[in-house]
């Protein structure tokens, strides 16, 4: 879950550290909130299943 959101927010244009390593710190976690908050999803930071499925519909689909 955490290389997934990592690559997601990449491709959306909002890069963390090293997508093919990522560590879930608190760049990580701000990041997800921004998100969350653009989405109307309460921002605690925590990639539920809610919000994994709103990092899966934005943009540009993830090749594994």
């Given at each position: 879950a955490v290389a997934d959101a990592a690559r997601r927010c990449k491709r959306l244009g909002k890069p963390i550290g090293?997508?093919?390593?990522p560590r879930?710190?608190?760049e990580l976690k701000t990041a997800v909130q921004r998100?969350?908050?653009a989405q109307g999803i309460r921002p605690?930071?925590?990639a539920s299943a809610r919000t994994l499925l709103a990092l899966?519909?934005?943009g540009p689909k993830l090749r594994r």
């Open positions: 090293n997508p093919d390593n879930w710190d608190t998100f969350q908050s605690d930071g925590i899966a519909s934005s």
